[in-house]
Structures are given as C-alpha cells and as structure tokens.
C-alpha cells in the first residue's frame, strides 16, 4: 500500500470531528482535529496535511483564511470546505480561492468520503509531477 494520507479537519463544533475522525481513518487516513483555527493555523508550521476539511464560519479566522493559508503553506494539498451557510457567493469565492470541493452542512459521511478519495487522487498526482 502507498504511504498513509494525511488529513486535516477544522470546525468549530467538535461533533463535526468526531464523527469524520473514525470514518476516515478506517477508511486507511491519519487524521488530526481542530476546532480552531488558530492551532490549525500553527500545526501548519510543523507540518502540511495532504487534504483539509474544513469549516467555512468560524471564529477568529475563518475558512476563507485557512484556506488561504493552506494553499500558501501547503501546495500539494487540497481544501474540501463544509458549510451550514452555502451561499452562490461563497460556494464561487471558495472556488476562486483554491478550494477543491464545498459540501453543504449538514452533510452525509459518504458526500465527504467521496469528496476525499477524489481529492486523494489529484494529490497522488501533484505528488508524482513534483
């Protein structure tokens, strides 16, 4: 088996985490929780985490601002956004701004497992062209 992907997942509501954490890591991932952007933010300096999961309103910086902060830090990687707020305005600007997919809160684990073994590709593939 290939290397293990790692992903990150940042939401302010705790329950988001843990229930992607199980669901992804029995799907073969290493996953790590935040919820808050801040300690996500500084994991960054540590490390890049493959995919991000992450929420779109949150407190202090928002997942607009991670986002931006991953791709910066993190080239290789892919943002998925989840949000309760789907506007056409955010859905679009989250696009402009990096994001590899949004799926709409609330979600069902198969949208974001998909969502995250289409995003493992597209990293796989990064990974082989760098």
Known sequence: MKDKLSICVLDDEPIVGDRLKPEL???GYEVEIFVDSASAIKRLDDRCFDIFVTDLKMEGVDGMGFLEKAKERCENSEVI???G???LES???SFVRGAYDVIAKPFRIEEIREAVNK???RVRKKKSHS
């Open 25 to 27: 890591e029995d799907a």
């Open 119 to 121: 995003a493992k590709k």
């Open 91 to 93: 859905v679009r600007e």
């Open 85 to 87: 707020y789907a506007t």
């Open 81 to 83: 956004m989840i949000t």
